[in-house]
């Protein structure tokens, strides 16, 4: 979602972005809120960045206390903080993926995550890692893509009270075996993009997965992993899990979600959840987000996303 003249309508000085990007100069972003944010060319990515955060409905601030709705942004420390506390580089801030996270809040999944283990394929730059273990979950995270992996350990080292309960690995996950992971794209990067630079990669099961965090079932499988959805429900393993929170990509690999939802009632589960996570300009045929719960799961246990 790139900055465009509605987004800037969150300003007061809406016209300030267009003189920055295209004659330059030392400017002052001003926004509805009263935040100043400081621009020029060295910083206006971060600066758009901003704006287009404050489009999706983040408030910020420069200081003074927490109020539990405003963003910190921290420009000496390269940071900003959302209203939870949880810290990340500004460098890493991905506007929509942040407002789905902290915003929408597209992955809850209960109240009572306290010592569970949340298995979390596609970590990302490590807000979805945060997101659960700041509820109390226990976290094995994969991210494949090397710049984001980079920044997901960064952020983990600024919220040291919580790194603890979160493991990562840089790893592709579907089957067990070799790929070609293509990086370089952000949250797009994957296996079936077929964009960026394709490298030879180990990529996983969930077989693999569950050996290795010592368990024979998880509480919550949240995957976002581009097109190998379809690999990780076939697998007899994903009946290991309580809840699934399963983002799909159909339209990569030429498949329907329908079929996601065909494979999971072989694996008992039955009550479904299909919805389409943001605004972007899709159909929900080819992309969106399943939740699933299985059919041996205490209705009284159930989360309300």
Request: proline share 6%.
């Amino acid at each position: 979602m790139g900055l465009d003249v509605v987004r800037c309508e969150v300003l007061r000085n809406p016209a300030t972005p267009w003189v920055l990007r295209f004659l330059g100069g030392r400017h002052t972003l001003k926004f509805q809120n009263g935040f100043e944010f400081p621009v020029d060319p060295s910083t206006r990515i971060v600066g758009e960045k901003l704006i287009s955060l404050a489009y999706e409905g983040a408030s910020f601030r420069s200081s003074g206390p927490d109020d539990g709705f405003t963003w910190l942004v921290d420009r000496q420390a390269g940071e900003i903080v959302t209203p939870s506390g949880l810290k990340f580089s500004l460098e890493s801030l991905h506007p929509l993926i942040f407002a789905e996270t902290f915003i929408y809040d597209i992955h809850f999944c209960g109240f009572h995550l306290n010592g569970q283990l949340v298995v979390d394929v596609g970590s990302n730059v490590g807000d979805t890692p945060l997101y659960f273990a700041r509820q109390g979950a226990r976290v094995v995270g994969y991210e494949p893509d090397s710049d984001n992996y980079r920044m997901l350990s960064d952020n983990l080292r600024r919220n040291p009270e919580l790194a603890g309960r979160i493991q990562t690995y840089p790893e592709p996950v579907g089957e067990d075996g070799e790929v070609t992971f293509f990086s370089g794209q952000g949250g797009s990067s994957g296996v079936y993009s077929g964009r960026g630079v394709g490298k030879k990669v180990h990529s996983v099961g969930l077989k693999t997965i569950l050996d290795r965090a010592g368990v024979k079932d998880a509480y919550l499988l949240k995957a976002d992993c581009k097109g190998a959805e379809f690999q990780l429900v076939r697998q007899p393993e994903i009946a290991a899990f309580r809840y699934l929170q399963v983002e799909y990509t159909a339209d990569l690999v030429d498949q329907h979600p329908s079929v996601l939802l065909e494979e999971l009632r072989k694996r008992g589960f039955s009550r479904f959840r299909l919805y389409k996570h943001n605004y972007g300009a899709y159909p929900i045929t080819q992309h969106g987000t399943v939740f699933a719960l299985r059919d041996d799961v205490e209705s009284r246990a159930e989360p309300r996303p």
